[in-house]
């Protein structure tokens, strides 16, 4: 008997997730039924949430990632490198683009994976919503990539001003989290670094976070907003609610009104789009956010063959009004929902619909706060939490996902290793 060729195109949260544990459950079985590739364009993943602190600096991406291949080796899937560049749905292939060299030698040619299933979970990106010189001018955080060149580039910019004597101004648009967390860490940045020679490096640098609505972090209760607020402005970081930028260009934002925002490096994190290629493919019900469009078994609208998980999926369960936000944790049960049911779909067996449990949200401020919204269910349901025990839940949530990754005891001697680190290497990146 032939095995079912199961493609999952994204290695973020819920791909790899969703890859890892199947791979693991047919590693051991001569008789395993599923044939399992992962399709990413990177050699590597990082936890989404964690991308900001990557970015900034106070987390080592060599210690926070997870390389495919290895991974695929240990977990008993294969990995292709590429970048997704169409479907072909009558043919049940995926078309991968030419991969290049960095200095744009051509690698690989274009090519084509065979599929008998297809696994949609491509993530989201920033949304530049068409504003003129968002793209030449803005640094975007949405991958490993991404935030590691923001990095290297914020770390070239803090030693000119300290040869230099030159102010620095960092301008970030948008108010959710990643905007928020990412202020946070580079306050946290600036003084590590002071601590560790850079005297005078705080009054040189100076973080504006801009939201074009009332207030900051409007998917948390309004009480989490206004704290988060007041905390960041402590941290004399410079919050502007109410603020719609217009346009971008090398010397900082335009915004609505007239008015300039001058900058030397520009952070775009507003809005949420899934990537355009999704749009492209023939057949399929997407929004227009690029967002396939998905039953209650995460099967897509016209072609039950591929499911869609993620950010990349928009699915409207029951009487709600909205469908699921875009989070790490409706990526996780989706991924947690196939990993059940998928063997058992390919089966033909009837199986139950999706089902959405809201836990909650949480926002980190690094080492300064934390804050979590506590969800629809729980003693304390529809409150937040705050301080320490906020701040532990955050770190846990990562280390679930490192054991949902790579199992309990992996999982485990890498949290050992993570708290050893910590005492002996520096506490931000200083390559």
């Known amino acids: ?15 790899l997730g969703l890859a890892s544990a199947l791979g693991r459950q047919g590693k051991y079985n001569k008789k395993n039924p599923l044939d399992i590739t992962v399709l ?25 990632q997870t390389t495919y291949v290895a991974h695929a080796r240990d977990c008993g899937f294969s990995y292709q490198p590429g970048e ?38 491509l993530g989201s990106e920033a949304n530049d919503f068409g504003t003129p010189g968002v793209k030449e001018h803005c640094y975007m955080i949405d991958s490993r990539i991404q935030a590691d060149a923001f990095n290297r580039e914020v770390r070239l910019r803090m030693f000119q001003c300290l040869g230099l004597d030159q102010q620095l101004s ?26 560790y020679g850079a005297q005078g490096l705080g009054s040189k640098i100076s973080i504006t976070l801009i939201q074009s609505g009332p207030r900051l972090l409007d998917a948390f209760p309004p009480a989490i907003s206004e704290a988060v607020q007041q905390k960041l402005e402590l941290l004399r970081v410079k919050v502007l609610t109410n603020t719609r930028v217009t346009a971008a260009d090398e010397h900082g934002l335009s915004i609505q009104g007239g008015e300039r925002i001058a900058a030397t490096m520009l952070v775009w994190a507003a809005g949420v789009k899934a990537p355009q290629v999704l749009s492209e493919i023939d057949g399929l019900a997407c929004t227009r956010n690029n967002q396939l469009i998905i039953n209650p078994h995460l099967q897509t609208i016209g072609d039950p063959s591929i499911y869609a998980i993620g950010d990349c999926a928009s699915l409207t369960l029951g009487d709600a009004v ?52 506590l969800g629809q269910f729980g003693l304390f349901k529809d409150g937040y939490i705050r301080g320490k025990l906020a ?24 949290w050992t290793v993570d708290q050893l680190n910590k005492l002996v290497r520096p506490s931000i990146r200083l390559d």
Not at 1 to 15: D, Q, Y
Not at 43 to 64: E, F, N, R, Y
Not at 361 to 368: Q, T
């Open 322 to 373: 909205r469908p699921l936000p875009p989070t790490a944790q409706v990526a996780h049960q989706q991924a947690t929902y196939l990993i059940h049911n998928l063997p058992r779909m390919l089966d033909g067996k009837r199986v139950s619909e999706f089902r959405y449990r809201n836990l909650g949200a949480l926002v980190s401020l690094g080492e300064y706060d934390a804050y979590a919204s």
């Open 40 to 64: 990413d364009r990177d050699s590597a993943h990082v936890w989404k949430p964690m991308l900001h602190t990557i970015a900034a600096g106070t987390s080592d991406i060599s210690q926070q």
């Open 84 to 121: 997704l560049n169409g479907v072909e749905r009558q043919l049940k292939q995926v078309f991968v683009k030419e991969l290049n060299a960095p200095d744009g030698r051509r690698l690989v040619p274009e090519r084509t994976i065979a599929y008998d299933t297809l696994v949609l979970a």
């Open 1 to 15: 008997m032939a095995r079912k060729k199961i493609v999952i195109v994204g290695g973020g949260v819920a791909g």
């Open 170 to 195: 960092i301008a970030i648009v948008g108010g959710g989290a990643t905007g928020v967390e990412l202020a946070a860490e580079l306050v946290r940045l600036t003084e590590i670094a002071e601590s």
């Open 391 to 414: 701040q532990l839940s955050h770190a846990m949530l990562y280390r679930s996902h490192q054991s949902n990754l790579h199992g309990f005891w992996r999982g485990s001697a890498l």
